[in-house]
C-alpha cells in the first residue's frame, strides 16, 4: 500500500579519488580524504521514503530473507520461515506466489534465504533438507518451477556466496576446493547443468573463508561473526560483487566468463579481539550446536585476533557497490554503508536511520527489511 511521503536524511561520504594497478582488473586505492577509524567522512544527502509492503491482506509474512527485482518492475519477496516466494507488483500489491514446504518439484525443505535473478528472470533455490537446487522463472507475472537438480555427490554449496543461473541455463555455485599447486584451500565456482552434471569446474577462486574445526569434530564450522573471515558476494544479472567481512573493498567479476573487472582495496588499521571476546562468540554457539567444553577451548585457541571491518554487500545494476560496515564505535554504534561506483570510486556514505537490513538496491531504490509496530516483518521503499 502506498502511504505519505517523507524524508529522511543519511550522510554520505566526499568523492575519493583512486589509483589503478596493473592486472586483469582495475586495482583502486582510496586516498586524500578525512578518516575516522579507517572509515571515511562526508556530507549527508535527502532519501525519500516511498512506501510501506506489508503484504496488505493477501499475505502474511513470517521472515522476509530475501527481495528481488524483477525485469517488469515487480518484486519477488522470499519469505524463509514459511518456504514462500511472493510476486507482488511496484506498489505492494499482490500478484501470485509460489515454492512452498515440502519434497516435491519445486517445493523446499531448510531453503537457503539468497536469491539472485538472471536477465531471464529465472532465479535457483538451494534446499539443504533435501540437497538439490530447485530452479524457477517469472513468466506472466506467475512463479513457475523448471526442474530440480541433486547435490548427493557434491559438497554443499557456499551460503554466504552467490548462487545464480547463468545465461546459458547453468547453475553456477561455490563451494570449498583445493585449485593451486600448495594445496591451498579455496572457494572455487562451478557451473553445473540441469542433468547436475559439472559443466565449467573452478572458474573463479578466491581465498576461503575460515573454518575452524573443534577438538575431535569431524566436520568444521563457518563462523560468520564480526570476528570471522567470511566471503559474502551478491549477482545481478551476469555481474558478481564479492567482499570478505575483514577488508574493506570488493571484487567485482562477470559471472559468463569468470573475468575479475575490478578489484577495490582500502587499507584500514587493525582492530585487535579480545579472548573474552571470542568467548562469548564461542559461547553463543555451544547453545545452538552440539560444541562440548573440551572442543569450546580448542575453538577458542582457533579464533581471529583481528576484528572484521564489513558485513554485506549489495549491488545496484545502475553501477553501485554498497557495503555495510560492522560497528567501530560501541558506545555510538551505527548502521553504515559506504558507496562506491562498480570502477571503484567512492561516492558516499550512508547512515540507515533505523533498524533492519537493506535487502536489495535496484537503480536507487532501497528496499529496506524491518519489522512494523506489532513486529511482523515488512518492507521500507526509499529513493
Not at 505519505?4 to 583512486?18: C, E, H, N, S, T
Not at 584451500?185 to 575452524?212: C, H, L, T, W
Not at 528496499?367 to 512494523?372: G, N, P, T
Request: aromatic share 8%; proline share 5%; hydrophobic share 40%.
Amino acid at each position: 500500500m502506498l502511504l505519505p511521503l517523507r524524508f529522511i536524511l543519511v550522510k554520505v561520504g566526499a568523492l575519493l579519488l583512486l589509483s589503478c594497478g596493473t592486472g586483469s582488473a582495475e586495482q583502486a586505492t582510496v586516498s586524500s580524504v578525512h578518516f575516522v577509524n579507517g572509515i571515511p567522512e562526508g556530507p549527508e544527502i535527502n532519501f525519500e521514503h516511498m512506501l510501506y509492503i506489508n503484504g496488505g491482506e493477501d499475505v502474511t509474512f513470517n521472515r522476509i530473507s530475501d527481495l528481488l527485482v524483477t525485469s517488469e518492475g515487480d518484486l519477488l519477496i522470499f519469505d524463509a520461515g514459511s518456504s514462500m516466494a511472493y510476486l507482488l507488483d511496484a506498489d505492494g500489491n499482490y500478484l501470485s506466489s509460489g515454492i512452498g514446504e515440502g519434497q516435491g518439484p519445486g517445493e523446499v525443505r531448510f531453503p537457503s534465504s539468497f536469491l539472485h535473478i538472471n536477465n531471464n528472470d529465472e532465479f535457483v533455490v538451494y534446499c539443504y533438507g533435501l540437497r538439490r537446487f530447485s530452479v524457477y522463472k517469472i513468466k506472466d507475472r506467475k512463479i513457475i518451477h523448471i526442474f530440480d537438480t541433486h547435490t548427493l555427490d557434491m559438497l554443499n554449496p557456499i551460503v554466504f556466496l552467490p548462487i545464480t543461473v547463468s545465461a546459458n541455463g547453468s547453475i553456477m555455485f561455490f563451494e570449498f576446493g583445493f585449485n593451486n599447486p600448495t594445496g591451498e584451500i579455496q572457494e572455487v565456482a562451478k557451473q553445473i547443468n540441469r542433468e547436475g552434471e559439472i559443466v565449467r569446474d573452478s572458474y573463479i577462486s578466491i581465498p576461503a573463508s575460515e573454518m575452524f574445526t573443534p577438538g575431535s569434530r569431524q566436520s568444521p564450522i563457518l563462523i560468520s561473526s564480526p570476528h570471522g573471515r567470511i566471503n559474502r558476494g551478491v549477482v545481478h544479472g551476469d555481474m558478481m560483487v564479492i567482499i570478505n567481512q575483514v577488508d574493506l573493498g570488493f571484487q567485482r567479476y562477470s559471472v559468463e566468463t569468470g573475468e575479475l573487472l575490478t578489484e577495490v582495496i582500502k587499507d584500514v588499521p587493525d582492530l585487535p579481539v579480545t579472548r573474552d571476546e571470542n568467548r562469548e562468540i564461542i559461547n553463543f554457539l555451544s547453545g545452538s550446536s552440539e560444541i562440548d567444553q573440551s572442543q569450546m577451548s580448542d575453538l577458542l585457541d582457533q579464533m581471529p585476533v583481528v576484528r572484521g571491518n564489513v558485513s554485506h554487500v549489495r549491488y545496484d545494476p545502475a553501477g553501485y557497490v554498497w557495503i555495510k560496515l560492522l560497528p567501530h564505535d560501541e558506545e555510538d554504534p551505527k548502521l553504515e554503508w559506504l558507496v562506491f561506483t562498480e570502477e571503484g570510486e567512492f561516492t558516499g556514505r550512508m547512515i540507515q536511520g533505523e533498524q533492519g537490513n537493506i535487502l536489495r538496491v535496484e537503480n536507487g531504490i532501497i528496499y529496506l527489511r524491518m519489522d512494523d509496530e506489532d513486529e511482523l516483518p515488512m518492507v521500507r521503499v526509499l529513493r
